[in-house]
């Protein structure tokens, strides 16, 4: 039997991904993955703030009074959030201006604020940090491989590199709010495509799945 820890974990990464499956946190999404950087800062972002914002919350779990836990949820989110602000402003200037106002807006980003309401405030901190951690690299490489692939197609390269043959011509499509669009429900339709598969698998040898969750 696979441990709650792996479990929290991979949940994060495909069966309740954020954006595949939840299905929130998408205006930021789709704003910030017109260059792959700019899908893995804010990725890595979303990750350190929804890490550290689940570890404190489920500390003091015990402490937050119920009348006021979602204001307090707020401003542990928003110390966080300032401080990747802080951060990227000092060490990756370029970047932070590429993101602009969507760092801050982390802060009101309905993934963490679930997570941290739903999950965080009533769990240990052994539950909480591989549950993060899921969430937050699940948001990660989905945003990275969006972004990669509107780069691709719409610039002709990945972070600068250029992949496209000579002559390509860039599909400007793709470097706009649409191809965004359209880009995410590819991916969506292979999470669902991958997901049938594995579960008619499973049917077909109920021994061998039975056998992977003893």
């Given at each position: 039997?696979?441990?709650?820890?792996?479990?929290?974990?991979?949940?994060?990464?495909?069966?309740?991904?954020?954006?595949?499956?939840?299905?929130?946190?998408?205006?930021?999404?789709?704003?910030?993955?017109?260059?792959?950087?700019?899908?893995?800062?804010?990725?890595?972002?979303?990750?350190?703030?929804?890490?550290?914002?689940?570890?404190?919350?489920?500390?003091?779990?015990?402490?937050?009074?119920?009348?006021?836990?979602?204001?307090?949820?707020i401003i542990i989110i928003a110390a966080f959030t300032t401080v990747i602000e802080y951060i990227l402003k000092a060490w990756f200037p370029a970047l932070s201006?590429?993101?602009?106002?969507?760092?801050?807006?982390?802060?009101?980003?309905?993934?963490?604020?679930?997570?941290?309401?739903?999950?965080?405030?009533?769990?240990?901190?052994?539950?909480?940090?591989?549950?993060?951690?899921?969430?937050?690299?699940?948001?990660?490489?989905?945003?990275?491989?969006?972004?990669?692939?509107?780069?691709?197609?719409?610039?002709?390269?990945?972070?600068?590199?250029?992949?496209?043959?000579?002559?390509?011509?860039?599909?400007?499509?793709?470097?706009?709010?649409?191809?965004?669009?359209?880009?995410?429900?590819?991916?969506?339709?292979?999470?669902?495509?991958?997901?049938?598969?594995?579960?008619?698998?499973?049917?077909?040898?109920?021994?061998?799945?039975?056998?992977?969750?003893?």
């Amino acid at each position: 039997m696979r441990s709650t820890a792996v479990t929290l974990f991979s949940n994060g990464l495909v069966r309740e991904n954020p954006l595949l499956t939840l299905m929130i946190g998408l205006c930021s999404a789709l704003a910030v993955t017109t260059a792959t950087v700019n899908g893995i800062g804010m990725g890595l972002s979303m990750t350190f703030v929804i890490l550290m914002s689940e570890v404190v919350i489920s500390i003091f779990r015990n402490q937050i009074p119920n009348a006021i836990r979602i204001p307090i949820f707020i401003i542990i989110i928003a110390a966080f959030t300032t401080v990747i602000e802080y951060i990227l402003k000092a060490w990756f200037p370029a970047l932070s201006q590429a993101m602009g106002v969507f760092i801050p807006l982390i802060v009101v980003n309905c993934i963490i604020m679930g997570r941290v309401e739903g999950f965080a405030s009533k769990q240990p901190v052994r539950n909480v940090i591989p549950d993060a951690l899921g969430m937050g690299i699940g948001y990660t490489w989905v945003l990275t491989g969006i972004a990669a692939v509107r780069e691709l197609l719409g610039n002709g390269a990945i972070l600068g590199i250029p992949l496209m043959p000579e002559g390509y011509t860039p599909i400007l499509f793709f470097t706009m709010p649409p191809g965004g669009f359209f880009v995410f429900a590819l991916f969506i339709s292979l999470n669902i495509f991958i997901k049938s598969r594995l579960k008619s698998a499973g049917k077909q040898n109920p021994a061998k799945a039975e056998g992977g969750e003893a």
